[in-house]
């Protein structure tokens, strides 16, 4: 008989917790023992990617606006977002396993609680994520609801151990899976060669790119100070990701404009960021913290030499000596140092770059990864 799983996602924004659960999901569509639901607690890009492979129901109703003011009134009200009858609905599916994606879900416990069936919580957050991310009684609520948790990086599981106190044979580590995108890309010379000349890149330009979400926690702000570094300098920095009407992307742009960096670019959100991955010469991760970076592995794929400070996340752990550098955590000075030697010398971009290629494709086999998040599924089945 097939298992039923009920898969909770915050949004279905594209960034990595999203897309990677949706990795999973699309795997496990082939594997007759499992039958899935998703319920998103927000709409995003990707929601009819989720529906295409489940039945895909919003918690907050069509609506994908948020703010902090309904988030406040849903709190002090107790009201849900989700239609009664289809609260109803999706008790009557008599699920075997709740999988939550993100600690960011913690207001939707009560209601999950009510399955009577285990909750594992998929965790991509650090310390400061869950700090920015969540609130302390819903944050809660994840701990004491959750029956196990999954790691997507060896930094999360020990950020569990030592802040939160959550045993150790609770924790199940799930290695990331590699983009399947960008395991077939092939990189289009004239598109790379128009995109440069769109921005104003110059062709013989280094090209120090940065991408993610735009806030504190991903260091936009130090990616900016670092191209003040190197104002004088033939280099480039292009940051994609974000959106325009998000004050944070504003306020950097703001910045950009008052420390005249012409050659700094912010290009927001975009349906093809291997496409401009694909222009960089180097990744910068310039992230104060962050879990195991997707775009990490996908610049990896790429043969993308890697940046990344030291005490920030699970970068470090995948570039070590080989992929890349790591500079000691927020060294401005020493990350536009090492740009420069990279400057110096094109033909260490091309060695590490392929460095970074061979280790990704070694350590991260996507039937091994799969074949661990079935074990998981099973396991925490009663």
Partial sequence: MKKNILFVGHDANRAGAQILLLRFLTMLKTDDRFSFTVLLKDGGELADDYSALAPTFLWHG??????????????????VGLHKNTQTLLKESHFDLIVVNTFTNGELFPFLKTFGCPILTYVHELEMGIQMYTHPLEFQEVLKGSAGFIACAESIRHNLLENHGIPDEKIHVLPSLLPESALSFEENLEKTRALRAKYGIPADALLVGGMGTVDLRKGVDIFIRIANQLREEEVSFLWVGGKKEEVDF?????????????????????????????????????????PYPLVVLEAALLAKPILCFDESGGAKDFVEEDAGVIVPYLDVKQMAAEIRQFQDNPERIKQLGEKARKKVLERHDKDRAFQKFVSILTLSIQ
């Fill in 250 to 290: 504003q306020l950097f742009e703001i910045d950009r404009k008052k420390l005249g960096l012409d050659q700094l670019t912010f290009q927001d959100s975009v349906s093809n960021p291997l496409d401009y991955m694909a222009m960089f010469d180097i990744f910068c991760i310039s992230s104060r913290e962050d």
């Fill in 62 to 79: 069509v609506s994908q606006q948020k703010s902090a003011l309904k988030r406040v009134v849903r709190r002090l009200t107790g009201k």
